[in-house]
């Protein structure tokens, strides 16, 4: 693994960091992270999924954060933390490589108007272009070859990565990450026909993201029509994403790649969407649900919990067997009405 920093600790600083009990020797220094399997002597490893149980007798890791019930059975010092999964995502920041084009300055072939608000410590990175009336917080970092379109604000600490595009007035929260090729704000689907052609409805309304979201790479997340498309806090967006005009995202939901969600849709607070999930327009999802990968969603849900549609594979033999007693299950269900009809008859 290609490492990007020789930043390091000791076992008992990151004890402290992530709340966990150290048992071992505290001064033992660690400047990577690694798996149980690929770990050398100076990485820490985690353990989240027993699944990996088989790997921690023979890891070579220097220590191994990991649940307190499995301290016993780690053969070198241990990070004995309640939750191991949470942990490694608090581990991995320590981590997180900080890179020359993160540390600050602004880049004499960027375009900055005059106009334009930067807070302190920002970066503007290789020909990014930040346009008229932007507001940048405190800390943003806009990387090569981006644009924050007219009167953006971006808030503090954002990072905004390479090739990204915000189109005028979107509004970004503190904190928020934004992923390579992701276009913000672009024109919703909106069109009128006449019989004969389609004239465009402009797309009047913005986009805002709350605080500490993410988008993943070529996600597109389209302005309203008249109102606001809204992303609510601590959203987390997967790569291949489609958000349409007025769709509101609530606070802690996560969507998984290839989502697509039709206009004006609103998705709960606390909600997941697997891979591919699609859902129609002008729905309602309540808080908490959760809709499993490859579901097809034509109806509000107003009721937390978890669900899927759609049939899972099988051999293309017994598919296609299915695929034809499927055309028939209305004739079969009107002679199963017509039966029970004539034996309550009887």
Sequence with gaps: MT?????GYTLAELAQRLGATLHGDGAVRVDGLSTLHDAGTTDIAFLANRAYLKDLAGTKAAAVMLHPDMVDQCPVPALAIDNPYLGYAHLSRCFAPILPSQQGGIHPTAVIDDSAQLGSDVTVAAHAVIGAGVTLGDRVTVSANSVVGEYCTVGEDSLIHPGVTLYHGVIIGARAIIHGGAVIGGDGFGFAHDGSRWHKIEQLGG???GDDVEVGSCTSIDRGALD??????NVKIDSQVQIAHNVHIGDHSALAGCVGIAGSTHVGRHCQLGGGVGLAGHLTLCDGVNVTGMSLVTNSI????IYSSGTGSMPSALWRKNAVRFKQLDQMARRITRLERHNEGE
Excluded: K
């Design 302 to 305: 107003n009721e937390p919990g």
């Design 3 to 7: 490492r990007y920093s020789s930043q």
């Design 207 to 209: 986009v805002i993201l």
């Design 228 to 233: 606001d498309t809204v992303i609510g806090d």
